[in-house]
C-alpha cells in the first residue's frame, strides 16, 4: 500500500504533460456544387448497392442569402437494430 501511495503522484504527473499533436483542418477555397440529375444519380446508385445515402452540403451565398448546396454524395452502411 506504501508502494502505491508513493507511485501515484508520479503516475499523475505523467499523465498531466501529455500533449496533443497539432492538427489543422485545410479546405478548398473552391467547392463545386452538383446539379440536380447527379445527386439524383448518386443517391439511385447507394440504394441500388443497399447502402444508405448522405448528401453532404456545403454553405453558398446565392444573391446575398447564405443557402445550402449539395458537394458530395456518398454511402454508408445501413444499420439493422435486432430486438
Known amino acids: 500500500m506504501k508502494y502505491l501511495l508513493l507511485l501515484t503522484p508520479f503516475v499523475l504527473a505523467a499523465c498531466s ?5 497539432n ?15 447527379q445527386v439524383i444519380l448518386g443517391i439511385t446508385e447507394c440504394e441500388e448497392a443497399g447502402t444508405r445515402p448522405v448528401v453532404i452540403t456545403a454553405k453558398r451565398r ?5 443557402s445550402d448546396v ?14
Not at 17 to 21: A, M, R, T
Not at 23 to 37: I, N
Not at 70 to 83: M, S
Request: charged share 20%.
Open 23 to 37: 492538427v489543422s483542418l485545410e479546405t478548398d477555397k473552391q467547392a463545386f456544387h452538383m446539379s440536380r440529375q
Open 17 to 21: 504533460s501529455f500533449e496533443p499533436p
Open 70 to 83: 449539395p458537394v458530395e454524395v456518398t454511402c454508408n452502411p445501413r444499420y439493422k437494430l435486432f430486438y
Open 62 to 66: 446565392i444573391n446575398g442569402i447564405m
